[in-house]
């Protein structure tokens, strides 16, 4: 089934330590995204791509990193510089004009 | 980003109309959506409407769009303890979303 994978599903970060979230797609959609969703604040737009090679920051960009070296797979870092990761991450993706198609999330925590 | 409101929290009784509503803030949306995020996963496409219909049905669910007051609003008949969720509206300007806060729905048997 075609669909957006994104692993792993929980993650832990020690202090100053780079973590590294996957998202992989086989949906054959141009544009892919990533969210951080905290309790109550609903979804804000970290990075986006819409092409290969090519990627925007969003909305709270700042302690992230992002690349997109093929259209099926759009890895987001955590660095150290976040010093507020513990949230839900969510990966998505679409093709111009049309609904955006989620994956089930990694659950980032501090050790 | 746009500004997309919805109401934090609704509970309803199983059996009982659940309405949920959204304002958004550019009438030049193309389409607005209605997503279902249940705990621990991500999120659902539920339904959708175009901005040139002011309502559709699809089984349980019902949307209806005014736009001119930027009103979206889910309507769900029958409401089941599996409908227990939040619930997001999103608006589509270009190729950028914006979804709102999300409502999180509380069905009491």
């Known amino acids: 089934d075609g669909g957006i994978t994104q692993s792993p599903k929980y993650l832990f970060r020690k202090e100053g330590q780079n973590v590294t979230l996957s998202c992989e797609q086989n949906?054959?959609?141009?544009?892919m995204y990533w969210y951080r969703q905290d309790p109550g604040q609903g979804l804000r737009l970290i990075y986006y791509?819409?092409?290969?090679?090519?990627?925007q920051k969003g909305d709270i960009a700042e302690g992230y990193s992002v690349s997109r070296e093929k259209k099926e797979s759009f890895p987001l870092t955590v660095t150290s510089a976040q010093k507020n990761p513990t949230a839900f991450y969510l990966c998505?993706?679409?093709?111009?004009?049309?609904?955006?198609?989620f994956g089930d999330g990694t659950r980032l925590s501090i050790l | 980003g746009e500004d997309v409101e919805q109401s934090l929290f609704l509970s309803v009784r199983e059996g009982d109309s659940s309405v949920i509503n959204c304002t958004y803030t550019?009438?030049?949306?193309?389409?607005l959506y209605w997503y279902k995020q249940e705990p621990g996963a991500g999120l659902q496409l539920l339904t959708y409407?175009?901005?040139?219909?002011d309502m559709k049905q699809d089984q349980r669910l019902t949307v209806l769009l005014n736009k001119k007051d930027k009103h979206l609003s889910l309507r769900i008949a029958d409401t089941q303890t599996g409908d227990s969720a939040i619930y997001f509206c999103?608006?589509?300007?270009?190729?950028?979303?914006?979804f709102g806060t999300g409502t999180s729905l509380t069905v009491i048997p």
């Open positions: 998505a993706s679409n093709s111009h004009n049309q609904p955006q198609h």
């Open positions: 949906l054959n959609h141009d544009a």
């Open positions: 791509s819409q092409i290969v090679n090519d990627f």
């Open positions: 550019d009438s030049s949306s193309t389409y």
């Open positions: 409407i175009f901005s040139n219909m």
């Open positions: 999103a608006e589509i300007l270009g190729n950028q979303f914006y």
